[in-house]
């Protein structure tokens, strides 16, 4: 069987969580770290030992997947201070390019027709390749939703390089989605929040892989 790469998801709010939490349920290990040390050893604890704490610079030198479960202005932050180490991972990117709206809404806080994907691929460190993924869904779908039945929800993600969309779509398989892939990172700005295929977008709900291929 093959196996699944090292996945390091880093950062515990509540996208971090859910990704981890559907890696554990589905019997998978996952490395966490968080800025707050206690609170990713906390996580862990709580994982029947399939979640293992690390801090941040130990979490990425250990994992080939590196998961940042950060704020889309968080990522160049990001970048700058680990890309030494990020060379020759596969980052995904989770993130939507949104902010409160003062009216209990949200904006978008890039152009229109910018995406988050596109813009941190320009910033990636030399060697690292990007993956945009599990930013689709609310993190309450993504808790909720994983291991559908009769079918699973479809997870879309968008990659450059088709020598890492097997990578990818293992981790999401363990996470208990389907996988379907729309295309280049220059197709991101579909799976945001706000684009056609997100859930909070023109999609508007979870879909199956049947309703998610129609939507293409």
Do not use: C
């Not at 990020?86 to 209990?104: E, H, Q, T």
């Not at 890039?110 to 060697?127: F, H, M, T, V, Y």
């Amino acid at each position: 069987m093959e196996t699944l790469k090292k996945v390091a998801v880093i950062g515990l709010g509540n996208i971090g969580k859910a990704i981890a939490g559907d890696l554990i349920k589905n019997n998978q290990q996952v490395i966490v770290a968080s800025r707050n040390n206690e609170e990713s050893d906390n996580f862990a604890q709580q994982s029947g030992g399939l979640a293992q704490s690390m801090n941040i610079d130990a979490a990425i030198n250990s994992a080939d997947i590196i998961i940042p479960a950060i704020w889309f202005g968080a990522f160049k932050d990001f970048f700058n201070e680990y890309g030494n180490i990020l060379k020759d991972k596969i980052i995904v990117d989770v993130s939507n390019p949104i902010a409160p709206d003062g009216n209990g809404g949200f904006k978008k806080i890039i152009g229109e027709r910018e995406s988050a994907g596109e813009l941190n691929k320009a910033i990636l460190p030399q060697g690292a390749q990007l993956v945009k993924a599990f930013g689709t869904l609310g993190a309450e779908s993504l808790a909720g939703a994983s291991n559908g039945n009769p079918e699973k929800a479809v997870l879309f993600y968008a990659s450059d390089n088709p020598s890492i969309d097997k990578d990818i779509e293992k981790v999401i398989e363990k996470a208990g989605f389907d996988p379907l892939k729309v295309g280049g990172i220059d197709q991101s700005i579909r799976i945001e929040v706000f684009g056609d295929l997100h859930e909070f977008g023109a999609l508007g709900k979870t879909v199956n892989l049947s309703e998610a291929k129609s939507k293409l």
